[in-house]
């Protein structure tokens, strides 16, 4: 493509890159599905290949600036960040990041071809490209021309803030989201342990009531602290209890308010992230788990009243955290069902009293 653009008669500007750091690049989530998935890993050759990441930020950033740029004929420029690193390095810089411990052992024998089959083994979403991805790993991929640092006024940020920034706009972009969109656009249907987002496993369920929004959101807004959860009450106080022996908040903190809820507040063992009255709740665990949890509330209106949908969210740690997820689904597909359901019945029995007998 980039042959065909520059033998047009318009200038071309051409950016090489080694390895994106962001969602959507296709060496960045290979090395997110092994750290992720692999405790032990046994590397080949092609792990202490130096490569020159770049931030997906600083990619675009020169992709702007390369609109002002005047050039009278198509140049290349090879751009990356200040860090030359092994992909072994990277993966050790992501697991650091996610507060996993990876132990790596290289080997001499694995080919690029048995090293996409075991890649396919490992992360079945890459089978088909691992292959190539693998052989053009052969080479070190270093920017050798440094005339971009001289042509941009653009200083591409390290490995470290890279990764860190890459992990933190992942959270914003699922904090922001409204499950009632993103599960009925993903086309991905709903499988045993809930649906795959990235690293992210997202159990989601809905119930309709016949009652306006403002009424099926008021059991949400009070859940928690002497209100209880609703459903199963002795299994949350057992989980609080376990979660004080191994170090965690348990549910002694309970809620400031009975009624009322704001961000930051403490809710037992989760904290309020996010809350729209009358539409949308999002509270982050701060119990102790393999890895990081959500539950979030979303409220929309209907033609027959409201629809409430219930969503569990679990980034899981490595294997363990894969580990604690499927083993503790059956429990959990039963305490957040039923929380849900009886969340419907209060909110159609209080609707029912507020209204004025015929």
Known sequence: MADILRSSAVPTIEFRASIVIGSGSLSFEMIRALVQRLPVMICPR?????????????????????????????????????????????????????????????VPVLTPHLSSLWLGLVTPIYARV??????SMRN?????????????????MGLKEAVKRALHHENLEYAATFWSDALSSSGKPTSWGGVRFGTRLVDSRTVQVSVDPASAFAPIQRIGGSNGWYFASFLWQIRGFFDLLVGG??????????????????????????????????????????????????VEPTSHGSVIRQTAIFDPAGLSGLIYWYALYP????????????????????????????
Request: glycine content about 6%.
């Open 46 to 106: 092609w792990v202490a290949v130096k490569a020159q990441p770049i931030a997906i930020e600083d990619v675009v950033a020169y992709l702007v600036a390369a609109l002002d740029l005047p050039v009278e004929q198509s140049a290349v420029f090879e751009i990356g960040g200040p860090d030359q690193v092994s992909y072994g390095q990277i993966m050790q810089e992501y697991a650091r990041q996610c507060g996993l411990r990876r132990w790596m052992i290289p």
């Open 130 to 135: 691992g292959r190539k991805l693998i052989e």
């Open 140 to 156: 070190p991929t270093l920017v050798r021309d440094t005339s971009a640092l001289t042509a941009f006024d653009i200083e591409p």
């Open 249 to 298: 908040v348990g549910l002694r903190r309970g809620r400031r308010d009975p009624h009322a809820l704001v961000a930051g507040d403490a809710l037992d063992f989760w904290r309020v992230e996010r809350i729209e009255p009358g539409r949308r709740l999002n509270l982050v665990a701060e119990m102790k788990v393999p890895g990081r949890a959500w539950l979030q509330f979303e």
């Open 331 to 358: 429990i959990h597909y039963c305490i957040f069902k039923g929380m849900l359901r009886q969340i419907a019945a209060i909110a159609l029995h209080e609707a029912a009293a507020a209204s004025p007998p015929a």
